[in-house]
C-alpha cells in the first residue's frame, strides 16, 4: 500500500490555541481522506473528511485543508482543549467510490496544557 | 448514540490457539472491517465484509484468518492458529456507505 506519514509525532499546546497537525500522503492516486481521534483505550473516532475535489472543508472547531499539488493535508483544531488531547491520525483512500481499504498514518499525539 | 461493541476487550492465548473476536456492529450497517493495531504502529486494514462476502483483504489477511457473520448481529474475526506478533488490538468498524467507518474501543490480543 501507500504509505500515508505525519510530519510531527507530538504536539503541544496551550488549552485555547490553535492546533494544526498535518499529514503527508504520497498515493496521487487518493482522493478520500479522513482524520480521526483517538484517545487512550478507545477506538479512532471519526473527526472529518474530505474529497479530492475540495480543498477545504470545516466541522466544528474543526477544519481540513486539503493540498493535492503538495499531497499534503491538515488538521486545524480551533480553541483546543483538554478533551482534544489524544492521537491524531490521517487516513487515504485510493479509490472512494468502491474501495473501501483505508491506509492510515502513523499518528500525532497531541498534548493540550491547561 | 448506537456504537460498535467488541468482545472481550483482552483476550490472552497460547500461541499456536485459536481464537475468536466478537463485534457487534451498529444496527442496519451494511459494511464490516477489521482492523489491526501492534503498539507504537499504524492502524492496518485487514479485511472489509460487505453483502455476506468479504469485499477486500490485505496482504495480512492471510489462510490463517476468517471473517463470519453467523447470526444478522455478530461479526466476527478468527485467527486459527496464533503467533507472537499477531499480538495487537484488533478493532471492528461498520458504516452505512462503504467510505464511513465507526470503530468499535478494540479487543487487546496478546499471544505468550
Known amino acids: 500500500g501507500e504509505s500515508v506519514g505525519l510530519h510531527l509525532p507530538t504536539l503541544s499546546v496551550q488549552e485555547g490555541d490553535n492546533s494544526i497537525i498535518n499529514c503527508a500522503y504520497s498515493?496521487?492516486?487518493?482522493?478520500?481522506f479522513i482524520w480521526y481521534k483517538q484517545e487512550s483505550g478507545k477506538g479512532p473516532q471519526f473527526i472529518i473528511d474530505?474529497?479530492?475535489?475540495?480543498d477545504k472543508r470545516q466541522g466544528q472547531r474543526v477544519t481540513v485543508l486539503l493540498n493535492k499539488t503538495v499531497k499534503h493535508l491538515s488538521l486545524q483544531i480551533a480553541a483546543t482543549q483538554p478533551g482534544d488531547s489524544a492521537v491524531y491520525f490521517c487516513?487515504?483512500?485510493?479509490?472512494?467510490?468502491?474501495?473501501?481499504?483505508?491506509?492510515f498514518g502513523t499518528g500525532t499525539s497531541l498534548t493540550v496544557i491547561p | 448514540e448506537p456504537e460498535v461493541t467488541q468482545t472481550p476487550s483482552h483476550q490472552v492465548t497460547q500461541m499456536g490457539q485459536e481464537v475468536i473476536l466478537r463485534c457487534v456492529p451498529i444496527?442496519?450497517?451494511?459494511?464490516f472491517y477489521w482492523y489491526r493495531q501492534i503498539l507504537g504502529q499504524k492502524v492496518e486494514f485487514l479485511v472489509s465484509f460487505y453483502n455476506n462476502e468479504i469485499s477486500e483483504k490485505s496482504e495480512i489477511f492471510d489462510d490463517q484468518f476468517s471473517v463470519e457473520r453467523p447470526d444478522g448481529s455478530n461479526f466476527t474475526l478468527k485467527i486459527r492458529s496464533t503467533k507472537l506478533e499477531d499480538s495487537a488490538m484488533y478493532f471492528c468498524?461498520?458504516?452505512?456507505?462503504?467510505?464511513?467507518?465507526?470503530f468499535g474501543p478494540g479487543t487487546r490480543l496478546t499471544v505468550l
Open positions: 444496527s442496519n450497517h451494511l459494511y
Open positions: 498515493n496521487s492516486a487518493s482522493d478520500y
Open positions: 468498524a461498520s458504516g452505512w456507505a462503504y467510505n464511513e467507518q465507526f
Open positions: 487516513a487515504e483512500n485510493a479509490d472512494s467510490n468502491t474501495g473501501n481499504q483505508f491506509y
Open positions: 474530505i474529497r479530492s475535489n475540495m
